[in-house]
């Protein structure tokens, strides 16, 4: 049984540009979350898609969106790159039905580098 | 922003020792998790504990939670060099869709030999 993968492992953009970054949940996850961990701090929630709409957003511009397809994976998408995106985004999926003891299981994290 | 702060912010022990780790948070809480993070990749889920719960266990890890107090402790016993990570706190909010977690800034753990 897969757990959560996310691709790419690393990425290197420059500033202006876009970049989409992809994940799959575990199996029988219908819940995508995506967070920002910048260096040395905590991850920040971004947003959580759940039956293909975004259900919860955290304190993060425009720039940032979403997208979860019939087959419950996702994207992220950050469009005019700023240095300060750069940073290890994570993916976590979960089963929805908000019961609090449906925990996140983590991908290991696309590290994004913006030059 | 993130809302839970976690003390010490490094701690280096001895392997056996055991390890403490205490987490505040400033808002009302669903449920309080503990994540385990390696070399900053992903997070593993450590434990979770319910609002009206007092402590809990699972192995060698003992989690209490004091709401009137706003914190949470992580006590790890008989601590390993394979203990060695950062640990983070995350405050759970229930959305539709399940937990929305608010992470501390992490405590990092260093287990020598």
């Known amino acids: 049984d897969a757990g959560v993968t996310q691709s790419p492992t690393h990425l290197i953009k420059t500033r202006g540009q876009q970049v989409t970054l992809r994940c799959s949940p575990k199996s029988g996850h219908d819940t995508v979350s995506w967070y920002q961990q910048a260096l040395g701090q905590g991850p920040q929630f971004i947003f959580q898609?759940?039956?293909?709409?975004?259900?919860q957003r955290g304190n993060f511009p425009d720039r940032f969106s979403g997208h979860q397809f019939p087959n419950y994976s996702s994207e992220l998408n950050v469009n005019a790159l700023l240095l300060g995106d750069s940073a290890l985004y994570l993916c976590?999926?979960?089963f929805g039905g908000g019961l609090a003891k449906n925990i996140q299981y983590f991908g290991a994290g696309t590290r994004l580098s913006v030059l | 922003s993130q809302q839970g702060e976690e003390d010490p912010q490094a701690l280096s022990i001895q392997e056996g020792e055991n390890a403490t780790m205490n987490c505040s948070y400033k808002?009302?809480?669903?449920?309080l998790q503990w994540y385990r993070q390696n070399s900053g990749r992903g997070l593993v889920h450590l434990i979770l504990?319910?609002?009206?719960?007092r402590e809990k266990h699972s192995g060698r890890l003992r989690v209490t939670l004091d709401t009137s107090k706003k914190s949470s402790s992580l006590l790890i016993t008989a601590s390993r060099a394979a203990d060695t990570a950062s640990y983070f706190c995350?405050?759970?909010?229930?959305?539709?869709?399940?937990?929305?977690?608010?992470f501390g800034t992490g405590t990092q753990l260093k287990v020598e030999l």
């Open positions: 995350a405050r759970g909010e229930l959305t539709g869709g399940g937990n929305k977690l608010t």
């Open positions: 976590a999926s979960s």
């Open positions: 898609y759940y039956e293909e709409e975004e259900r």
């Open positions: 504990i319910r609002s009206n719960e």
């Open positions: 808002t009302s809480i669903n449920n």
